[in-house]
């Protein structure tokens, strides 16, 4: 199983709430023909998830994407929110959760 993430924070961000067996992939921004035959070979024939910056720049990554892997799922930050990794944490486990993953969350302690 794969998540692809835009950057490096929104992949260290999720790294913290999700087990080693899931894959966090990063575009590391704009994707050309290149990144997507790496991406694709990297993933193969796993599950993928989609998880963009509800921002122009994710919604453009998001589409190409979605091109490229019709049957991922699709998981989203609130408009408001500094993008996946200024999102709270309570936030991505409940998308997470709500992508069906929850045997992979290692969920945060909540003081």
Known sequence: MHIIVEGKNDRSRLRRLLKEEVHIECTFGTLNALKLEKLRKQIGHDEVYLFMDND?????IRGVLRDTFPDAIHMYTRRGYAGVEGTPDEYLVAQL???????????PIIY
Request: charged share 40%.
């Open 56 to 60: 122009p720049a994710g919604k453009k």
């Open 97 to 107: 959760e709500k992508a069906g993953l929850e045997e992979y969350i290692i969920y």
